[in-house]
């Protein structure tokens, strides 16, 4: 039996149903390990049972599946007390043994409650021009280790005698660059309690010990077995560090590249199957551009999993989108195929409406990797932009996947009209080589 490999990635800005299609193909292709490979804790990844559910973070979305494996790959950001607060979570709804299917590269960077502080600190300074955050420290923990390479703490520092100076030189570095701009700002005791360095050590700590870093050369036997190894990517691609609208973005790669990048490290040979997740309906956690945004369905559209509280914020629902989706398309790279979500919305009182162009403009421009300076001028446009609707609404799948059928071709490899497993099913047009049920 051969290796086979496959990505899910997100076509929107999230929360487009990732967890749902990764437990549903682990279970059909009975995949024995699921790779995080961008990102970091602040992934929400919802699965539901029958009799269970849980929004994972760190571990993958294939958890509830007896005897599939985690594989935490670098570049993803390591968080490991949130890990181990998710492990409880896990063992509460019957999974005791998360830890023990648990594998973590040693190069991943990890997040401390210094790097958490220090986040939250730049997204209150912004003020009225913020750009986003989850206030989980993703996004610190990469800037910091750019800005300061020799204090980055990696998974595998956590058993060096070194990462004590590492985390006391962080603290002091975020205290020196953030205390007097941010007096009076709560988070600031975090970063001035020294005291606090050595209790998220020894709990870091015993999360290595649990899970000791591996090396590529132990992980690369887990990657080659035969059977089905998944990536499971972070967030939607319109969020990405180098494809997003910036400054509204993550500090990490959702695209086939950074898939194909990530497998090159432990020497995967084999083709990978890469699939983009698109909910029928767009939605957005959070401040940033979001042309067809429609307060209307916020209130038709209820979500269970998705809430407008904590550092996120508002939880906003939108018309599809071709402007965004063909930008989706073009930015994140060569799709085997698409995975749609959420076709139950048709069963419900909601109209939808096609966007077709902007006043602006049909289509936007992907520019190079890099070039940040093209992402802020796509964010303009987005802002000043004004939806064109189709004429018909869409109240029906068919009508939905015809609109669809205008903007790709890409088969659509399966789709789900509810949010579990059990509602998948082989889509519209499935591709008979690329589908292994």
Known sequence: MDSRYASVLGLGFGDCG??????????????????????????GHN????????????????????????????????????????????????????LQRLTIDAQCRITTPYHQAAGRLRELQRGYSAHGTCGVGVGETVRHALAHPGQAIRYGDLTQATAM????AIRETLVADL??????MQELETLRDESLAERWLNAARAVARQCPPASVDAIRPKLTQPGCVLFEGAQGVLLDEWRGFHPHTTWSSITTAAVESAARRFGLSGPIEHYGVLRTYLTRHGIGPFPTHDESLDYQLPELHN??????????????????????????????????????????????????????????????????????????????????????????????????ASVTDLPVVFRSRGNASANVEIGERPRLDAVND
């Open 307 to 404: 809430r407008s509280d904590n550092w996120q914020g508002r939880f906003r629902r939108g018309h599809p989108d071709a402007v965004l989706l063909r930008y989706a398309l073009e930015a994140v790279g060569p799709l085997s195929g698409l995975l749609v979500s959420h076709l139950d919305v048709f069963e419900r009182p909601a109209s939808l409406k096609w966007c077709e162009s902007y006043n602006t403009t049909s289509r936007l421009p992907p520019g190079n990797p890099g070039d940040l300076s093209h992402q802020v001028t796509l964010t303009k446009l987005l802002e000043n932009a004004r939806p064109q609707y189709a004429a018909e609404p869409i109240n029906s799948e068919s009508a939905y996947f015809k609109r669809l």
């Open 165 to 168: 100076d590492k985390l006391l």
């Open 179 to 184: 205390g007097p701009a941010c007096e009076g």
């Open 47 to 98: 699965v539901v049972t029958p009799d269970r559910c849980h929004t994972f973070s760190q571990f993958t979305a294939g958890t509830l599946v007896p005897g599939t494996r985690t594989v935490l790959v670098d570049p993803m950001v390591f968080h490991p007390t949130a890990l181990l607060a998710e492990a409880e979570a896990l063992t509460r709804i019957g999974v005791d043994d998360a």
């Open 18 to 43: 990732k967890g749902l299609f990764v437990d549903a193909l682990t279970r059909r292709w009975r995949a024995h390990t699921v790779v995080r490979f961008s990102g970091g804790a602040q992934a």
